[in-house]
């Protein structure tokens, strides 16, 4: 089975270099070919099991970690924000 | 006193009756890994000064008179993917390398509320994607019985660690086998308990409808101590949940095994099943025939197929999981880029290693448009499937008796270019996860070359109790005691 490489790191927002693009594309191969292997199943319902619903917490306003705590491990900060390339053009 | 070699159990008996102290025991782990982790490369991050400062803590405590848990002194070593607030967590990745993360995960703060003192955090294959600890960014851990074979993965570190006694007790973390096989290949123990019997808050996610973090020990009743620590619901997990949860799972480790049913289910004994491990798990069988319970065949017919299902669903839950990996708010950003896009590219393909791309390639594959039917749905369909098949073989048995892993430690680079010999590693603890069910490895043997052969009982939900008896007495009818092996 063909599968399209490029395609589907562009969807992952991954970049597959050149060199290593036969590997990526053989390896693939052999995965999917082994997951392929999965028979048909019938019946399937997709209802959760009611022994194992989760149970949500109460909607309670509660205080959070403080920002400067949050925006200590992030890689670029100004001014208490995140900053990131310009998204919008003027 | 060689206290490094004790048990947990030994160690809060000695603290206990005042034989030693915490402090000692702490000196003579860091004391111990100063002599072997330049071979073993167990651990990740060391906590010297805040272990010893804890140490001195519960010594001063216990001396006041205070009465304390029962495991308050004892070592501990954390998988590196589960969050300590202020010390690095990297899941060996390149991506976290300077991720110091603001908060703790709900079971480092049990481990703290206990007295348990965290000694360091400890390799494992990048994001626990892998069963050899080779996908590591940063160092390859070796098998402490064999320093040419791996430790197994992901949860590789732990098993090393405990197994080389550079840590008493450890933590690690399971969604294929992750904590089942490392132990099997090391001879150490290792429980993957039910779906949700542990909090899963803080622990980095892989593919959350089967990640479980785990107690690893050297004995059954260590293992039975730290699950007792480390269980319960938690608001912040909404999938976690207390049903059946024992506050102490040593007080059922005497449980009579003499008419129980353990079943062999005759799918993990076939084509690909060393003769060696085979004929190990067999005797162990014989075992508890001896000690009164009766062996029953039983069938899980889906088991060929659990590979299958578990790469569709882990990597689709994985392909959404790390999307948060982006360069934003934390962990590696690209140093050049030139819009948005590309920066979120050029750090996730800079800062995840091959492993991981695979696996979210492949879980981005499985759910894009035209291809969900066929994988991710007929993959959740085969969940249910194999759940009916495990509750029909639990209706004529107790436990189920398996091998954990097909064979022994393999070589270090012996499977790195050939993913699907690597993934196969995992066929025998695939279904627990796709099942939800507790499972514990321990050793039952060695090969011919003297390499740690590993047993795994299987038990319905929240069945860990008498998975842990079942375990335990089979330690005592076999007089079976972890020994130190030379290392190097």
């Known amino acids: 089975m063909d599968i399209d490489i490029r395609h589907i790191a562009k969807l992952a927002n991954l970049k597959i270099e050149e060199k290593d693009f036969a590997r990526y594309q053989k390896q693939m191969q052999d995965i999917i070919a082994m997951v392929e292997s999965l028979p048909e199943q019938k019946d399937f319902d997709q209802r959760p099991d009611p022994a194992d619903a989760m149970e949500l917490r109460e909607d309670i306003v509660k205080p959070s970690m403080p920002r400067e705590k949050l925006l200590a491990g992030a890689p670029q900060v100004e001014a208490g924000c995140v900053v990131v390339p310009k998204t919008v053009s003027e | ?488």
């Not at chain 2, 934003?328 to 896009?341: D, F, H, I, P, Q």
């Not at chain 2, 499937?385 to 189920?400: M, P, S, V």
């Not at chain 2, 099942?435 to 860990?464: H, N, R, T, Y």
Request: aromatic letters at 8%; hydrophobic letters at 40%.
């Open chain 2, 1 to 488: 006193m060689e206290l490094y070699k004790k048990t947990a159990a030994e160690l809060a008996e000695m603290l206990a009756a005042g034989s030693c102290t915490a402090t000692e025991i702490v000196e003579d782990i860091y004391a111990q890994i100063d002599a072997v982790e330049g071979q073993v490369d167990a651990y990740l991050t060391l906590c010297r000064e805040d272990a010893l400062a804890q140490a001195a803590e519960i010594d001063r405590r216990r001396a006041a008179g205070e009465k304390l848990p029962p495991l308050a002194g004892v070592p501990i070593a954390v998988k590196d993917n589960i969050c300590t607030e202020g010390v690095s967590t990297t899941c060996a990745s390149k991506m976290l390398e300077n991720f110091v993360p603001p908060y703790s995960a709900t079971v480092v703060d049990k481990l703290r509320q206990a007295g348990l003192i965290t000694i360091g955090k400890v390799n494992m294959d990048e994001f626990a994607m892998g069963s050899s600890c080779e996908n590591s960014h940063f160092k390859k851990t070796k098998n402490p019985h064999d320093l040419t074979r791996v430790p197994g993965g992901s949860s590789g570190g732990s098993a090393a660690a405990l197994a080389a006694c550079e840590a008493t007790l450890a933590l690690g973390s399971d969604t294929g086998g992750s904590i089942r096989q490392p132990a099997a290949f090391c001879g150490v123990v290792g429980l993957k308990p039910t779906y949700g019997a542990v909090s899963r808050y803080g622990l980095v996610a892989f593919a959350s409808s089967l990640d479980q973090i785990g107690p690893m020990g050297r004995s059954c009743e260590d293992v039975a101590m730290l699950l007792s620590v480390i269980t319960s619901k938690d608001e912040l997990d909404a999938t976690s949940t207390d049903c059946a949860h024992r506050d102490d799972y040593r007080a059922y480790l005497d449980q009579d095994v003499a008419g129980m049913r353990v079943g062999l289910p005759k799918e993990y004994f076939g084509e690909g099943v060393s003769q060696e491990v085979q004929s190990a798990v067999l005797a162990a069988a014989d075992t508890y025939r001896r000690l009164g319970a009766e062996v029953v065949e039983v069938s899980i017919p889906s088991t060929a197929h659990a590979l299958s299902a578990y790469y569709i669903i882990s990597s689709a839950e994985a392909s959404s999981n790390l999307a948060r990996f982006d360069g934003v708010k934390y962990g590696y950003r690209a140093k050049e880029y030139e819009s948005l896009t590309d920066m979120y590219v050029n750090s996730r393909t800079e800062g995840f290693g091959d492993e991981v791309k695979r696996r979210i390639m492949l879980g981005t594959y499985v759910l894009s448009s035209g291809y969900f039917d066929a994988y991710y749905k007929k993959g959740k369909a085969f969940q249910r499937q194999l759940c009916c098949e495990f509750e029909q073989a639990f209706a004529q048995c107790d436990f189920l008796i398996t091998p954990t892993v097909p064979t022994t430690a393999f070589k270090l680079g012996e499977n790195v270019d050939d993913p699907v010999a690597m993934y196969k590693s995992d066929i025998c603890t695939v279904t627990v996860n796709i099942a939800g069910l507790p499972a514990l490895s321990m050793p039952c043997g060695k090969d011919a070359a003297g390499l740690p052969i590993g047993m795994q009982l299987i038990g319905p939900k929240f069945g860990e109790d008498k998975l842990l008896s079942a375990g335990h007495a089979y330690e005592k009818a076999t007089g079976w005691h972890y020994a130190l092996p030379q290392i190097g």
